[in-house]
């Protein structure tokens, strides 16, 4: 079953800039849609970023222009360069592989990135 790692995460003032990279244990090249979620509280993730095996894109609205969401095929690594970083964005940022195939959803970890002055 593929894994995923993020990495990345930390304090950044107001205004920073921050980049995650989620590692993942096969190849996310074909058959694996991948995204970027937030949990900023609670138990529920928000879509920030996602990007498709044909590398199609989609932020949320209150990401778009600030955040870059991109992929690595041969290294099987998932990234999120954020730019123009904001107190609301501070929660954990988790990666996720869709299975195209066997309709089978992986979560990382998760990794906290907390902006504040």
């Known amino acids: 079953q593929i894994q995923l790692i993020e990495s990345g995460g930390g304090l950044v003032q107001p205004g920073g800039s921050r980049s995650l990279a989620c590692v993942a244990t096969e190849s996310i090249a074909s058959i694996y849609d991948m995204g970027w979620y937030c949990r900023a509280s609670g138990p529920s993730r928000e879509m920030v970023a996602a990007i498709t095996v044909s590398n199609a894109t989609t932020y949320a609205d209150f990401v778009r222009g600030r955040f870059t969401i991109s992929k690595d095929n041969v290294a099987n690594t998932l990234y999120l360069d954020m730019y123009d970083l904001e107190p609301e964005d501070t929660g954990v940022y988790y990666c996720?592989?869709?299975?195209?195939?066997?309709?089978?959803?992986?979560w990382g970890q998760g990794t906290q990135v907390t902006v504040s002055a």
């Open positions: 996720q592989a869709k299975n195209r195939l066997q309709l089978h959803t992986t």
